[in-house]
């Protein structure tokens, strides 16, 4: 559902929150977390490039990995204890496809393009026997632009069949 066209629900985080950060750059999404005095657990940060999360764990004092999201699979996300935890798990996938300054070649699954890794996340939560409770996913505006609507609305789809609803 479109932001604009709604008022959001009440959502209530009860639980102690562990954060998973796929595509997790330097960590943008902790950044917000900590600006909003949110408590939280840095539980797994997913990332390609060595320097982004060399200065991931400089900023937030961690000692993550290197990880291409394309060998990790369900059960290396750690999700259990939902009663216990809440999980949040944010995927800002590369817009480099999706972008105005870029290519625009799109994300379409199998398409080979850098944004079409949003497709991982598919592929990563359909292998989890737990799922996240919380979801966010960041990306440019074009993300559900003209060209890429049919792409977005295929993600959204997926995301209503496991059980998550949707705002954008």
Same mark, same amino acid.
């Given at each position: ?5 709604? =008022?959001?629900? $009440? ?11 796929? #595509? ?20 797994? !940060?997913? %990332?390609?490039?060595? #320097? !982004?999360?060399?200065?991931?764990? !400089? ?5 993550? %990995?290197? =990880? ?21 798990? *944010?995927?800002? #996938?590369?817009? $480099?496809?999706?972008?105005? !300054? ?10 080979? *393009? ?12 359909? %292998?989890?026997? %737990? ?20 792409? #977005? ?16």
């Amino acid at each position: 559902m479109n932001l604009s066209d709604m =008022t959001l629900p $009440q959502f209530k985080i009860d639980k102690h929150i562990r954060l998973i950060e796929l #595509f997790a750059g330097i960590g943008s999404q902790a950044m917000a977390l900590k600006d909003l005095d949110v408590e939280f657990e840095h539980y797994r !940060a997913i %990332e390609l490039d060595k #320097f !982004a999360i060399k200065s991931y764990n !400089a900023i937030h004092d961690t000692d993550f %990995e290197t =990880t291409d999201i394309c060998n990790i699979n369900g059960t290396d996300l750690g999700i259990c204890d939902t009663d216990k935890f809440c999980y949040i798990m *944010t995927y800002s #996938f590369p817009c $480099q496809d999706l972008s105005v !300054a870029g290519k625009q070649k799109g994300m379409t699954k199998g398409s080979g *393009t850098r944004s079409g890794l949003l497709w991982e996340v598919e592929r990563i939560l359909n %292998e989890c026997s %737990e799922l996240p409770q919380v979801l966010l996913m960041e990306n440019v505006p074009q993300v559900h632009g003209k060209k890429n609507m049919l792409d #977005f609305q295929k993600w959204i789809d997926f995301l209503e069949s496991k059980g998550y609803s949707n705002y954008w």
